[in-house]
C-alpha cells in the first residue's frame, strides 16, 4: 500500500459536477426545511463515544470510529446526528419553547462495507423536531420528507411506515428474553415465515399470540391493514399505535397522499432508540432506501431532558443516484490576459458582478 | 417486469420448476443455452443466470428484484434481504465434521483450524462458542482438509451425509438447516409491490411445503 496515493477505504472525494451536484441538492432540500421552519445547526464532527453509544445500540456501535485524546477520553467521529442534537437539544436548547425544530448537513462516518453508494464516509441532511409527541409532528416529518423529494424532481417514491410500539405491545408480556426477542424481530423484518414458524413451534406460548405473530409479516398495505390489525390485537401499546397510525394515515388521505404511503407493521428495523413511528422512503430504480426516519421518545431523557422527538435523514450518495435533474455549471468567465491591465479589468467586472478566470 | 436471478448448477432445473408450477414459463430452453438473460412467454418476467454464490448480491443491490437461493450461501453472504419463502427444494445441512475418533473437545487446542467456503458462518459459529479458530478457506473438496492434516474440523455442506462417510469424517454440530429460499430486495418490494407480492403468492400456492420447512 502506497499511503501518499491511495485513500483510505470509504472516504471520498467530490470533484466539478459531483460537487455542484451535491451543493445544488443541499440547496434544495435547505429551502425545504426552512420552509417548514426548520433551522439549521452545526454540531461537532467528535463528540464522547457515549453520547453515541446510548441510542444507537450495540450493532452499531461496533462501527463507531473511535480514539483516545491526550486526557484518556474516549471519543467518537459522529456516526449520526440524531445523538449528537439530541444532546444540544437537552442541555443548550432545553429552555427554549417547544416544539424545537432543527435541521443539519453534513458528513458522518461508520466502520462498514460500503453499499448502494453509501460509503464508510457519507452524507446525512436530515431534521429534527423536539417536544411534542402528535400525530401531527409525524405527519409533518413525513411530509418534509416528501416536499423535499418533490422538490429534486423526484416524485415516484413510496414511503414505508411502521410502529415499533406495535409489535412491543405483542411481545412485551411474552415473558421471552431479549437475544430471543431479537431473533423474532430478525425473522419478521427479513419476512422469513419458515423460520418464525419454527421458532413459534419451539415456543411455550398461547396459539392466539402466535396467529399475531405469524400475520405481522403480511400486515403491510393501506387503511385496510390498519383495520385488519386492529382486529388482531387486544394489549394497550399495539392498540395506541394503530390508532396513532390511523390518525397519520387520514392526514395524507385528506392531502390525497396516502398513495405515497404504505402501511408496514412489520418492519421493526432501525436503531435502538426508536419508540413509536418509523419510516424509510424508496425511489424506483434505487435498491436502497434513500431516507430513513422515526419517532424517539426516550433518547433525550438519556441526556438529561425528558422530551420527544421525531426525526429524519436522507443519504445524500444515494439520493443523488435518483436526481435526474440537471444542475447546469456556473456562468463563464469573461476577464482574459496576464498583464496589470488585465488585472485591474478583473477587478472592475468583479465589482459588476461578473465572472472573471485570470490567465496568471 | 420483474427481475429474478437464479442460480446456474444444481438449483438451476428446481428453480425453473419452481417457476413454471407458478407461471412464468420459457419459450425456449433455458438449461441448454449460452446467453444469461431470458425473458417469460408472457413477457411479466425476466430470469438471469447467475453463480450461486452471487445471487444473494444482485439482489442486495437491487440489480434483481428477486433471487432464488440457498440458505447457506444467503447465511454466508450475509445479505440483508426479505426471504419470505421456503422453495422446499435442496435440503441440506450445514454442519461441523471431524475426523472420526477425533478428540470431540475443542477446549484442549490452543486453536482450532477449519477449511471452509464458509468463512462467515465458521467464524460466527466459533466466535460465539468462544472458540479460537484459524479458517481456512477453500473452494472445494473440503472434507480433504482434516485428511492431509490442512485442518482440524470442517463446515460444509452435508446433503446425505455420504461423502463425509467415505472420507472417514462425522458430524459434530449442525450449524443450521438450509434449503431453497426466495429473497427479494428491500426497496424493490416497497416500489414494485404489486407484482413482487403476485410472484410471491404464486411461488407459495404453487410449492406444496413452502413456508413450512
Given amino acids: 500500500m502506497n499511503s501518499l496515493t491511495q485513500i483510505p477505504p470509504g472516504t471520498q472525494i467530490l470533484i466539478g459536477d459531483a460537487v455542484r451536484r451535491r451543493r445544488a441538492v443541499e440547496r434544495a432540500i435547505f429551502a425545504v426545511f426552512e420552509g417548514w421552519s426548520y433551522q439549521e445547526i452545526i454540531p461537532p464532527m467528535l463528540d464522547y463515544l457515549d453520547v453515541f453509544v446510548k441510542g444507537m445500540g450495540q450493532e452499531l456501535e461496533d462501527r463507531i470510529y473511535r480514539f483516545i485524546d491526550r486526557e484518556g477520553n474516549v471519543l467518537a467521529l459522529r456516526p449520526e446526528f440524531t445523538s449528537l442534537l439530541a444532546k444540544t437539544a437537552a442541555t443548550r436548547l432545553s429552555q427554549e419553547r417547544e416544539p424545537i425544530r432543527l435541521s443539519y448537513s453534513g458528513e458522518v462516518l461508520r466502520f462498514e462495507t460500503p453499499k448502494g453508494g453509501q460509503q464508510r464516509e457519507f452524507a446525512q441532511m436530515g431534521i429534527e423536531q423536539y417536544g411534542v409527541s402528535s400525530a401531527t409532528a409525524d405527519a409533518e416529518v413525513l411530509l418534509v420528507c416528501m416536499e423535499a423529494l418533490r422538490s429534486l424532481g423526484v416524485s415516484d417514491f413510496q414511503i414505508n411506515l411502521g410502529s415499533v410500539d406495535f409489535f412491543g405491545g405483542i411481545v412485551d408480556r411474552i415473558g421471552l428474553p431479549d437475544s430471543e426477542i431479537d431473533r423474532l424481530k430478525d425473522l419478521l423484518n427479513r419476512k422469513d415465515q419458515s423460520g418464525l414458524e419454527r421458532m413459534l413451534d419451539g415456543l411455550d406460548m398461547d396459539e392466539r399470540r402466535k396467529k399475531i405473530l405469524r400475520a405481522v409479516p403480511h400486515l403491510t398495505g393501506g387503511r385496510d391493514t390498519l383495520d385488519a390489525a386492529r382486529s388482531l390485537v387486544r394489549n394497550d401499546r399495539s392498540r395506541k399505535a394503530i390508532a396513532h397510525l390511523e390518525s397519520i394515515y387520514s392526514v395524507f388521505e385528506e392531502l390525497d397522499l396516502a398513495g405515497r404511503l404504505t402501511i408496514d407493521l412489520g418492519e421493526i428495523r432501525g436503531f435502538d432508540y426508536y419508540s413509536g413511528i418509523l419510516f424509510r422512503a424508496y425511489v424506483p430504480g434505487l435498491g436502497f432506501e434513500v431516507a430513513l426516519g422515526g419517532r424517539y421518545d426516550h433518547l433525550l431523557a438519556q441526556f438529561g431532558h425528558d422530551t420527544p422527538a421525531v426525526g429524519f435523514s436522507f443519504t445524500l450518495e444515494r439520493l443523488e443516484q435518483v436526481v435526474t435533474r440537471p444542475f447546469p455549471a456556473g456562468r463563464s468567465a469573461e476577464a482574459r490576459g496576464s498583464d496589470a491591465s488585465s488585472v485591474a479589468e478583473a477587478v472592475r467586472l468583479r465589482r459588476e458582478g461578473k465572472v472573471v478566470r485570470l490567465c496568471s | ?213
Wanted: aromatic residues 4%; hydrophobic residues 45%; glycine residues 8%.
Fill in chain 2, 1 to 213: 417486469m420483474l427481475v429474478i436471478a437464479i442460480a446456474k448448477g444444481r438449483f438451476l432445473e428446481p428453480s425453473l420448476a419452481v417457476l413454471d408450477r407458478a407461471g412464468v414459463r420459457f419459450d425456449e430452453d433455458v438449461t441448454d443455452s449460452r446467453r444469461l438473460i431470458f425473458d417469460s412467454s408472457d413477457g411479466q418476467c425476466r430470469v438471469i443466470l447467475v453463480k450461486p454464490t452471487d445471487v444473494p448480491t444482485y439482489v442486495e443491490y437491487g440489480a434483481a428484484d428477486a433471487g432464488i437461493t440457498g440458505r447457506d450461501v444467503l447465511l454466508e453472504s450475509r445479505a440483508d434481504v426479505l426471504e419470505p419463502l421456503d422453495l422446499g427444494f435442496g435440503q441440506c445441512r450445514l454442519v461441523v465434521a471431524a475426523p472420526n475418533g477425533a478428540s470431540s473437545a475443542d477446549a484442549d487446542r490452543p486453536i482450532v483450524r477449519v477449511a471452509t467456503k464458509y468463512p462467515n458462518v465458521a467464524t460466527e459459529y466459533f466466535n460465539r462458542r468462544s472458540i479460537p479458530v484459524e479458517i481456512i478457506r477453500l473452494s472445494g473438496s473440503i472434507e480433504l482438509g482434516p485428511l492431509v492434516g490442512l485442518a482440524d474440523r470442517i463446515v460444509d455442506l452435508v446433503e446425505t451425509g455420504r461423502t463425509l462417510r467415505d472420507n472417514g469424517l462425522v458430524v459434530v454440530d449442525v450449524i443450521a438447516e438450509s434449503s431453497a429460499r426466495l429473497i427479494i430486495n428491500r426497496a424493490n418490494y416497497q416500489t414494485k409491490r404489486s407484482e413482487i407480492v403476485g410472484l410471491v403468492d404464486a411461488l407459495e400456492a404453487s410449492a406444496p411445503r413452502a413456508g413450512r420447512a
